[in-house]
């Protein structure tokens, strides 16, 4: 028998081109192989800073989202009534001059009528500004539902913060602690990393309600109840600090902990700090045994003890207060196991893991210089690394548990020290930060002075009148939420429809799924969607514009629709003015090129959004002439300028050789897409860690443009600025919250982290919900909209609740029974699945794999549908509503909402249950769509 | 296993057929069976149609039965290509033994060589058809010791009965089929119960502990299957059949299979021939058929080591 | 020829560690694989109703999740969740390989890799009851059954550069939990990796002898002393500060 001839050299295709992955947040440089016009293989680039080469389920299903049968084809115009799915095809002109149209009266009227927001958008450099230049307020994207916790934690304490914006020192770390459900950003990285842990046999310990995913690798998994973590780090630091472990020469020269703090009972100046005539922030040297400012490069301050000022008042170090804090017995191991669900020997082994590995230096052999000049000989690290996910900022406590994890870092010296975990350029950025949100002068036919998302530094920030209600449609910045950063899009539907505080005239959206997965409560926000008011018949919210690149749920709400394409047909720009991507090591920025035409009639929503600039006079949109400034997105790539000299990417600038700052240069992406579409700048080996304290790290960072100045960046220990709401709620200042806010005002806006139970918890009862139940994401499913793919829905097509055996068989539930997950404010239903590696008060699922039927053009009776279910269901939008005060549900200080508080109780479902509930009318698909009969294949 | 139509069918009726033809074979040449010539061609005949069907119909089983001439080609290593072939190879010895029998109205020499040489082919072509199965050690119930008995003794048993009727047919007495149909059926029933009582009794060597070696940290569940719809590994190889509906089953196969022709084939011979004939057309087709209930069980009763990773028994 | 090659003592075997130490179960490998080879030397790989009720489709490599316990059931935290790769091992004693009654089936004398000659085959099937792994395909639409090729297409591949000529699942894990090597040389970095880890076959009591290995899952433990704590002394928490600041200044 002739055996078999195989064209083992066969090439892949018979283009290649390099691009950014845009399957997810993680934004890995690709290959995209191209045989005959079409996709045929994408792979990761070698080259690649994030990826180096490696590529995730969803990267490599990248083929079937761009052929997915889902993909809109041209513009739609709703026919009928809203979320009857009734649209007609009409061409781009008509669309935009109707767009222009509502939007351009709304500039000349009332710009604030105008809510722009933006789901996992990684343009917010552009929208931000777009924002900005219309004049409206009412900007966001989908931070406020997602992180901004840990962003916002991050930035009032470390200037940085996990997620992608720092990573552990994957090198040298001894010991790694990962903490929070959800398999989430940075994925690639964290997968490399964890196998470089691995080889080298360090310890990984997950603190995480679930055994899957990376803590199915961890050494050690410690299953503690959601919304707990930030009492268990108490109880850590606690434990630390009773055993007279922390990093005290670190504290007082990286940290505030020297900070002075006045005691002022009952006074305005009660808990700011001390400050000299320049108004520098004062230590207690202890050699001098006086007053120094903070910044003296001799200063060496003490860390406890009070100490009587000049004027008369009375301070203490804030390390002093913290440890009081910590050192309280609500903070014990035997206070705390309980709820945390950890017995209190494992949360001692821990402390003494911890303490044992920091207690273990790393020593770098190379030289570095800090900000007050001295020369140090090498780099000593801690190596206890930390990496934390969503799963610990989805709380309404979740600010306060971040900032305690940050703590805990600077406790043990381990922020940017060899071993430790480290911030990736840009940041450390300055702290506390503070640039005022802008939006306070919004008034017809003008640009915003700032960008509508900012930093409030106190109360006079907020955006409130002055009464204290909020100047924003979400509420974000008010005294709801302060520090809502990121804005509060899941409360803009229901302030919209409520007028609260006013009416809009136009929601314009975009990739934000608000009918379905990025709503709580997706069956009343699509019914809200749809209200009218009775007086007028109009809608409540009288225009909806969505742009999508999918028949994704939303569709059928939308007036207008503005389909987007691919991420393969289109110039992106991954830019170090919005979610960098750059390592520890060094700054770094991408592009995506389009490797494909469109074959349909869409447009990428940034040259949509750039169009519309110019056709309603943005000053940044428009020349002097009042023509175009920008030709599309790739054009405002390379010329725009924030700063002088500073634009969307850092490579390449100048005639070629600038980095960073540098005149635009014409020639930019062609320079780009030589390099494989991305830039990575190595920075000096003195320049690696420290950088908050690293002169030439900080002079390079100013010269990149990175910072504005080579200051030193002192971490926040005490965060001042919460102080500062506090004293407004306590009746100190000139802008104060409305009354009935002033309680909790006081109560969560504490300088020092602390703990309470999540507030969802507070208004359900453990004796009617005892139970958590939180999403996590699907790994080879997170972020990429998956239930349209043709590969990933073969992985994951419908969904379980999963519940610790004990408990099931507390309720008498066994494996495949229908139960009904039933909270204060719903219902869903769906199929049990038991397992081992749960905290057996914690139920959970996978999350958005439940669809409505018809939608992402999956057959109505699709598993997602049929079967699958979406937790969000029974996840409230708004507290109960207390003196008829409608308060999000969400974190009081960020507005971050609070996914993962939920309560809820199980009973099993009526046994005539087949499919899951609640289930909606299936969707309509828009004209021009359908499900092809063909099985797929090459 | 999912149990496989035409497989089944196959192996029923190439079973008898095999079964008559070796009979044929073996007891004609000596006058062991009515000489008559044109007994001799509607025996050769029914059994090659009967060996014949089964093998179409198993062509059927093929995703390409249009290239199914290449099976015969790798028998050093293949029990079904040695199955092919030997079914071929039956074919000219058993044309041979229906000619001399035919042409020459009684036994000869040549006749005797061709039906012994056709009988041990038919033989071998049955034993290659057990060994199939009985080669799959991933299949618990089809590796076993019992397995390749089973098949040898229901074709004798099948072909008996078969021969006992065409006895009749011809005004002969059925003395001699009847009786080896009396002892291959009963042979073949306590073979079978000893079968399912060997497998309901035995455990397979492997678990999903070996299956993913991890019995090392302990006692192992399946938490997530790769995809959450039924792919072809379980389709295939995923039967499940409840332990309720195999007993009824097995029952209502010893039934029909074996014990109503057994009781019928003892009451024939106590029969004038009239009634005996009919007794004996409807004990040989109540034995194929109880034979394809238990061939349908054979498989739907075995099972395949890849369902371990999918966490069920096997 | 579905009889096996004979095969010196020492000659190359090419195939896969996988390491479930490592395996973070992101199903990368599972995905990348369904992607090379859509498109490669056993294209196309389909997919059933692929937006429809019953999604399903040919993969060479699927990825399994199981929990271990510890000791008793229930005992949550001491057991552990294991994610698990699944494909063909391209076995010393494919049975797969013998029952095969066309010779479509064989085993390369070469290096070992185990394959299809999708032109022979009958689509019989009985080669995916040999395999007590689960690693055959059949494809409903060709009517021929497919497996893993180890990209045959790919690690000799001239076209593409030399440190990417590994299979497609090998080249993309995150986790660096998959290896790619000739585990027939004693001396390969996958048969050291296999030696001093550990590394185990799948079902060794068939007697397939897979050449595919699997590390087992570690657990490095907890070699920390208990923290000493201090004796809560009397005194405010400042005094005690006080006090540990002065002992910790006069070092």
Redesign the interface.
């Given at each position: 028998m002739p055996s078999e001839t195989i064209a083992l050299s066969s090439p892949i295709g018979d283009t290649v081109k390099t691009t950014t992955c845009y399957m997810c947040a993680c934004r890995c440089g690709i290959r995209v192989h191209l045989k005959e016009g079409r996709l045929r293989y994408i792979e990761g680039n070698p080259d690649h800073p994030i990826n180096r080469g490696v590529l995730c389920g969803k990267g490599s299903a990248g083929i079937m989202q761009h052929y997915s049968p889902a993909r809109l084809r041209a513009p739609l115009l709703r026919v009928g009534e809203r979320g009857a799915g009734e649209f007609k095809e009409i061409g781009w002109d008509e669309a935009l001059a109707l767009a222009g149209g509502w939007l351009g009266e709304i500039r000349r009227t009332d710009p604030r009528k105008l809510a722009f927001f933006t789901g996992r958008d990684q343009s917010q450099a552009l929208t931000g500004l777009w924002a900005k230049e219309f004049g409206t307020p009412n900007f966001a994207a989908h931070g406020g539902f997602c992180s901004v916790n840990m962003a916002a934690a991050g930035l009032y304490s470390v200037g940085g913060s996990f997620w992608e914006f720092g990573e552990p020192d994957w090198e040298h770390t001894k010991l790694f602690l990962l903490f929070g459900v959800a398999e989430d950003h940075d994925s690639n990285p964290i997968k490399i990393g964890l196998s470089k842990l691995k080889e080298r046999g360090v310890r990984i310990i997950s603190i995480n309600p679930v055994r899957t995913g990376y803590s199915a690798i961890a050494d050690e998994w410690i299953g503690l109840r959601p919304g707990t973590d930030g009492l268990f780090i108490l109880s850590l630091i606690h434990l630390l600090l009773a055993a007279e472990v922390a990093d005290l020469a670190f504290l007082a020269r990286y940290t505030n902990a020297g900070w002075l703090v006045l005691r002022d009972p009952a006074g305005p100046s009660d808990g700011l700090f001390a400050r000299d005539e320049a108004g520098q922030p004062l230590v207690w040297d202890h050699r001098t045994d006086a007053p120094l400012a903070a910044s003296h490069p001799e200063a060496a301050p003490r860390l406890a003890g009070e100490v009587r000022l000049a004027d008369g008042s009375r301070a203490v170090p804030a390390f002093q207060l913290l440890a009081e804090r910590c050192l309280d017995p609500a903070y014990t191991p035997e206070a705390v196991a309980e709820r945390c669900g950890v017995a209190p020997e494992r949360i001692r082994r821990l402390a003494a893991e911890i303490a044992a590995a920091a207690a273990e230096p790393v020593l770098l052999a190379e030289p570095w210089t800090d900000t007050t000049g001295r020369r140090h000989a090498t780099m000593p690290g801690r190596p206890v690394a930390m990496h934390a996910m969503r799963g610990i900022s989805a709380h309404s406590n979740g600010f306060h548990t971040c900032r305690a994890l940050h703590i805990l870092q600077m406790l043990l010296g381990a922020i940017d020290t060899p071993g430790s975990w480290r911030y990736k350029a840009p940041y450390p950025r300055p702290t506390p930060p503070h640039a005022p949100p802008g939006g306070k002068d919004a008034r017809p036919g003008h640009a915003l002075a700032a960008m509508p998302l900012g930093t409030p530094a106190g109360p006079a920030d907020l955006m409130v009148d002055e009464s204290g209600t909020p100047l924003r449609i979400d509420h974000a910045f008010s005294w709801e939420a302060p520090l809502a950063l990121h804005g509060m899009l899941h409360t803009v539907i229901a302030n919209a429809v409520a007028a609260d505080p006013y009416p809009i005239d136009t929601l314009f959206l975009y990739m934000a799924n608000m009918a379905w997965n990025s709503s709580p409560e997706p069956a009343e926000t699509s019914r809200l969607l749809t209200e009218k008011n009775p007086a007028t018949g109009e809608y409540r919210i009288p225009h909806l514009i969505y742009v999508d690149a999918f028949f994704s749920e939303t569709v059928a709400y939308a007036d207008l629709v503005l389909p987007d394409t691919t991420y393969l047909e289109r110039f992106d720009c991954i830019s170090l003015l919005d979610r960098p991507i750059g390592s520890a090591d060094g700054p770094a920025d991408a592009i995506r090129q389009p490797v494909l035409a469109p074959d349909r009639d869409v447009r990428p929503f940034q040259d949509v959004l750039i169009d519309l600039g110019a056709r309603l006079g943005l000053p940044a949109f428009t020349r002097d002439d009042g023509s175009p400034a920008f030709t599309g997105y790739a054009d405002y790539i390379v010329h725009h300028q924030r700063k002088p000299g500073i634009g969307p990417l850092a490579g390449w600038r100048g005639d070629g050789t600038d980095c960073g700052r540098g005149a635009p240069n014409p020639h930019q992406l062609e320079r780009y897409i030589e390099n494989g579409c991305f830039w990575h700048h190595e920075l000096p080996p003195a320049a690696r860690y420290f950088k908050y304290a690293n002169r030439d790290y900080l002079e390079a960072a100013t010269a990149l443009g990175l910072l504005d100045r080579p200051d030193p960046i002192t971490l926040q220990l005490y965060a001042e600025p919460l102080q500062r709401f506090r004293l407004a709620g306590l009746g100190h200042g000139t802008v104060l919250p409305p009354p009935a806010l002033r309680e909790r005002v006081v109560r969560f806006h504490d300088p020092l982290p602390f703990w309470h139970p999540p507030l969802e918890q507070e208004v359900a009862g453990a004796e009617e919900f005892p139970l958590s139940a939180i999403t996590q994401r699907p790994m080879p499913m997170y972020h990429s909209w998956g239930s349209q793919n043709a590969w990933l829905r073969q992985i994951l097509a419908d969904n379980y609740l999963y519940m610790a055996r004990e408990t099931a068989a507390s309720l008498g539930l066994a494996d495949g029974d229908w139960v009904n997950v039933i909270s204060r404010s719903g219902r869903v239903s769906g199929r049990l699945r038991i397992m081992e590696g749960v905290n057996p008060k914690t139920v959970w699922t996978w999350n958005a794999i439940g669809k409505r039927a018809g939608a992402w053009m999956l057959a109505p009776d699709a598993p997602e549908s049929r079967q699958g279910f979406l937790l969000n269901h029974v996840i409230a939008t708004f507290l109960p509503e207390n003196q008829s005060r409608r308060l999000p549900s969400s974190d009081p200080v960020t507005g971050q909402a609070a996914w993962f508080d939920v309560v809820v109780r199980i009973e099993k479902a009526a046994a005539a249950m087949r499919e899951s509930e609640p289930r909606a009318a299936p969707l309509r698909p828009p004209p021009g769509l359908s499900i092809p009969a063909r099985r797929l294949g090459a | 296993?999912t149990p496989a139509l035409s497989v089944i069918f196959f192996t029923t009726a190439s079973g008898a057929g095999y079964g008559l033809l070796i009979l044929a074979g073996l007891l004609a040449p000596f006058g062991l069976t009515p000489a008559n010539r044109w007994f001799g061609l509607a025996a050769v005949l029914l059994a090659l149609f009967l060996a014949s069907a089964g093998l179409v119909a198993s062509t059927l089983?093929?995703?390409?039965?249009e290239?199914?001439w290449?099976?015969?080609?790798?028998w050093?290593?293949?029990?079904?290509?040695r199955e092919?072939l030997a079914a071929l190879l039956t074919y000219p010895p058993a044309f041979g033994f229906l000619a001399a029998w035919f042409l020459a109205r009684g036994p000869s020499a040549p006749m005797a060589a061709c039906g012994v040489l056709a009988a041990a082919l038919a033989a071998v072509t049955v034993f290659c058809t057990a060994m199939?199965y009985a080669?799959?050690?991933?299949?618990r119930q089809w590796r076993h010791v019992l397995v390749a008995p089973n098949f040898f003794l229901l074709a004798g048993f099948s072909g008996a009965l078969w021969l006992a009727f065409l006895s009749r047919t011809f005004h002969a007495a059925s003395v001699l089929p009847s009786a080896l149909a009396l002892f291959f059926g009963l042979s073949a029933l306590a073979v079978k119960l000893a079968y399912w009582r060997a497998i309901d009794r035995s455990k397979g060597?492997?678990t999903?502990e070996?299956?993913?070696?991890?019995g090392?940290?302990?006692?192992?569940?399946?938490?997530?299957?790769?995809?959450?719809?039924?792919?072809?590994?379980l389709r295939?190889?995923g039967f499940r059949i409840a332990r309720k509906h195999a007993n009824r089953l097995r029952f209502l196969a010893v039934l029909v299979g074996f014990a109503l022709p057994i009781v019928l084939t003892a009451a024939g011979l106590a029969c004038s021939p009239a009634p005996a004939l009919i007794i004996a057309l409807v004990a040989a087709m109540l034995a194929l058929i109880g034979i394809f209930i238990e061939r349908w069980l054979f498989f739907a009763e075995a099972t395949?080591?890849?369902v371990l990773?999918?966490g069920r028994p096997a | 020829m579905t009889s096996l090659p004979a095969r010196e003592p020492g000659a190359k075997k090419l195939g896969l560690v996988i390491d479930l130490d490592t395996c973070v179960g992101c199903h990368a490998c599972a995905v990348s694989c369904k992607q090379w080879n859509d498109g490669g030397h056993s294209a196309p790989l389909p997919d059933y109703d692929p937006y429809g009720a019953r999604p399903d489709g040919v993969w060479f490599n699927r990825i399994h999740t199981y929990e271990t316990s510890g000791g008793a059931a229930g005992d949550g935290a001491a057991g552990r969740t294991v994610h698990f790769p699944r494909s063909c091992l391209h076995c010393d004693e494919p049975a797969c390989v013998t029952v095969c009654p066309t010779g479509a089936s064989y085993k390369r004398a070469e290096d070992g890799i185990v394959l299809v000659n999708a032109d022979l085959c009958i689509g019989c099937k009985l080669c995916s009851w040999a395999c007590p792994y689960g690693a055959r395909e059949f494809d409903e639409d060709e009517r021929v059954m497919k497996k893993c090729t180890l990209c045959i297409d790919r690690i000799y591949n001239e076209t593409i550069p030399e440190s990417e000529r590994v299979p497609a699942c090998v080249a993309t894990c995150p986790a660096h939990a998959r290896h790619f090597g000739d585990l027939g040389d004693p001396t390969s970095a996958v048969s050291k990796l296999v030696q001093s880890r550990g590394g185990f076959d799948l079902m060794p009591e068939m007697g397939y002898r897979p050449v595919n290995k699997y590390l087992p899952p570690r657990r490095n433990a907890c070699t920390a002393a208990p923290l000493a704590e201090r004796p809560a002394l009397p005194g405010s928490v400042a005094e005690r500060l006080l006090s540990w600041l002065d002992r910790a200044l006069s070092l």
């Open positions: - | 296993m089983h093929l995703g390409h039965p290239r199914a290449r099976a015969v080609s790798q050093r290593s293949s029990w079904l290509s092919g199939i080669s799959l050690r991933p299949v060597e492997s999903i070996t299956a993913t070696g991890l090392r940290l302990g006692r192992v569940r399946s938490l997530e299957t790769p995809h959450t719809e039924e792919n072809y590994l295939e190889m395949h080591t890849v990773y999918y | -």
